[in-house]
């Protein structure tokens, strides 16, 4: 898939992180909020000046949202794009796989 239509898909809150920290507190919330509720996904934007940081918070996120889901009884039907989204940060768009069908992506 390609930036123009990971971008496409509606966002309902941006976080922007600076560390593995940030990404466990980011996960809770996105499951908190619900990935059902609305035709909308979440964008995690991480900083490039440290690779290895960079993955480390996309794993976090990823698996954290993935086991909160299970926690919480929820559908675990999570898609997810990575993309360079400025010269300072990489992100991650997570949405439900339904809406990124409905959306024709």
């Keep these: 898939m390609k930036k123009a239509d990971i971008e496409s898909i509606p966002i309902i809150k941006t976080f922007d992180l600076k560390d593995e920290k940030d990404a466990y507190t980011a996960a809770e919330e996105m499951v908190q909020i619900g990935f059902y509720k609305e035709k909308k996904g979440f964008k995690v934007l991480m900083p490039k000046e440290s690779k290895r940081t960079a993955k480390r918070i996309g794993y976090i996120v990823t698996t954290s949202v993935t086991t909160g889901l299970r926690k919480a009884g929820q ?25 990124v069908q409905e959306l024709g992506l």
């Design 75 to 99: 559908e675990r039907d999570i898609w997810y794009g990575t993309y360079h989204h400025d010269k300072e940060h990489y992100a991650i768009v997570l949405a439900s796989s339904k809406v």
